[in-house]
C-alpha cells in the first residue's frame, strides 16, 4: 500500500561510521536506477546511478549495489558526515521514474 | 554550474483558481519533467515532455493539468481549476540523455 510518509523509517548512524540504506523495488523490467538525496525544503539531487546490467557502482564515498533476484537496491555511505544528514530514497524506471518513499539519515555527533 | 530554476518559490490560491508554475531546465537538455510530492509523501511522476509534446503521463496528470514551453528556455505546467489535493510541492527536472535527471528547488503549492 502507500505510505504514509510521515512515518519514514530513520537511520542513525554516528558521524564517521558506515551508513547502509535499503530499498526494495517493484518493477522486474526496472533497467535503471539512481539513488537521491533530498534535504529539507530543497528538490531531490542526484547521487549515484547503476543500470540493470550491472549489480555494484562506486561514486566518491557511496555504492551502489542491485540485487535483481530479490529486487533490492542499497546505497552504502562511507565516513558519514553531518552534511550527509538528508531524505535518501531510490528511484527505479522502465519506462517513467517510480519513487520510493524514502529514509531518513541521521548523523548523530 | 547549470542549473534548473522555478518560478514562484510559493504560490497561494483559492480552490478553483487557475494556477501556471514556472520552469527553466538547463539548457541544453532535451527532456523535461513535472513532478509532485505532497507533504510528507514520495515523488510522484506527472508527466515527460520531448521534442515539443508530452511522451508521458500519469494518471495524476488529468485533463485540469497541460504543459506548455512557449519558448526556447521556459516550460510551464498549469492547473486549470486547482483543488485542494492540489496542495504540493511540484518539482521541474530536465536531462539530456533521458538518465541522471537534476531537479529545480521546487514550487511549493498552497490551495485555500
Known amino acids: 500500500g502507500e505510505s504514509v510518509g510521515l512515518h519514514l523509517p530513520t537511520l542513525s548512524v554516528q558521524e564517521g561510521d558506515n551508513s547502509i540504506i535499503n530499498c526494495a523495488y517493484s518493477n522486474s523490467a526496472s533497467d535503471y536506477f539512481i539513488w537521491y538525496k533530498q534535504e529539507s525544503g530543497k528538490g531531490p539531487q542526484f547521487i549515484i546511478d547503476?543500470?540493470?546490467?550491472?549489480d555494484k557502482r562506486q561514486g566518491q564515498r557511496v555504492t551502489v549495489l542491485l540485487n535483481k533476484t530479490v529486487k533490492h537496491l542499497s546505497l552504502q555511505i562511507a565516513a558519514t558526515q553531518p552534511g550527509d544528514s538528508a531524505v535518501y530514497f531510490c528511484?527505479?524506471?522502465?519506462?517513467?521514474?517510480?519513487f520510493g518513499p524514502g529514509t531518513r539519515l541521521s548523523v548523530l555527533p | 554550474e547549470p542549473e534548473v530554476t522555478q518560478t514562484p518559490s510559493h504560490q497561494v490560491t483559492q480552490m478553483g483558481q487557475e494556477v501556471i508554475l514556472r520552469c527553466v531546465p538547463i539548457s541544453n537538455h532535451l527532456y523535461f519533467y513535472w513532478y509532485r510530492q505532497i507533504l510528507g509523501q514520495k515523488v510522484e511522476f506527472l508527466v515527460s515532455f520531448y521534442n515539443n509534446e508530452i511522451s508521458e503521463k500519469s494518471e495524476i496528470f488529468d485533463d485540469q493539468f497541460s504543459v506548455e514551453r512557449p519558448d526556447g528556455s521556459n516550460f510551464t505546467l498549469k492547473i486549470r481549476s486547482t483543488k485542494l489535493e492540489d496542495s504540493a510541492m511540484y518539482f521541474c527536472?530536465?536531462?539530456?540523455?533521458?538518465?541522471?535527471?537534476?531537479f529545480g528547488p521546487g514550487t511549493r503549492l498552497t490551495v485555500l
Open positions: 528511484a527505479e524506471r522502465e519506462t517513467n521514474f517510480v
Open positions: 527536472a530536465s536531462t539530456k540523455y533521458k538518465n541522471e535527471q537534476f
Open positions: 547503476i543500470r540493470s546490467n550491472m
